[in-house]
């Protein structure tokens, strides 16, 4: 994890490619906190009905709470299994007026199903947290939902010791804009068609 006080969009690229060099976080999924949360979308009853590129291309949370640059963005690409992510985190929820965090994840998989879609990826040496995470689209029973699964456990000493206090509240707070916020993307996509 990096700490930076400025914005560091124009120097992602040299980031990402630092990142691409660091290992994945070490981990026992079994022995790890699961916590699961999800949100319906709206007016749509079949995932094929759903444009998807904004979800594919890690859209996932809103601007004012992390910035982002992929490695498959760098190469003009889809998402695949292996690629890097670097995250740009803003602490307190402010780009201009906050501490910025830099880590990274890396995709472990990439999901197509018929009635299920979505990606997994798991977090980098450094990051605050250690684990995986899922952000999946399912229809069942005539509805789609979008979920966020995780398995994790505070990533450093700093992060233990204030978990309980910051860093679980404030997880809780992305995760629930991040549903709030693919589902605004989808369902407004799905107005324009």
């Not at 985190?89 to 994840?105: D, E, I, R, T």
């Not at 789609?144 to 509240?169: A, E, Y």
């Amino acid at each position: 994890m990096k700490i930076a006080f400025f914005n560091q969009q124009k120097q992602f690229r040299k980031h990402l490619e630092e990142l691409k060099q660091v290992p994945i976080m070490n981990y026992e999924k079994s022995q790890l906190r699961e916590k699961v949360s999800s949100i319906e979308i709206h007016n749509c009853s079949d995932l094929k009905e759903l444009h998807l590129q904004s979800f594919f291309n890690y859209h996932i949370f809103p601007l004012n709470i992390l910035s982002a640059y992929t490695q498959w963005e760098d190469e003009q690409r889809t998402m695949r299994a292996g690629d890097t992510i670097l995250q740009q985190v803003y602490l307190p929820p402010f780009p201009k007026f906050s501490q910025k965090a830099l880590f990274g994840v890396r995709i472990k998989e990439v999901i197509h199903e018929e009635k299920r879609c979505g990606f997994s990826y798991e977090t980098l040496k450094g990051h605050v947290e250690c684990g995986i995470s899922y952000f999946l689209l399912e229809e069942t029973n005539g509805k789609i939902s979008f979920k966020i699964q995780t398995f994790s456990k505070p990533g450093n000493l700093l992060t233990r010791l204030l978990g309980p206090v910051f860093s679980l509240p404030y997880q809780t707070y992305c995760t629930q804009k991040g549903l709030k916020n693919v589902r605004k993307i989808i369902e407004s996509n799905l107005s324009n068609q």
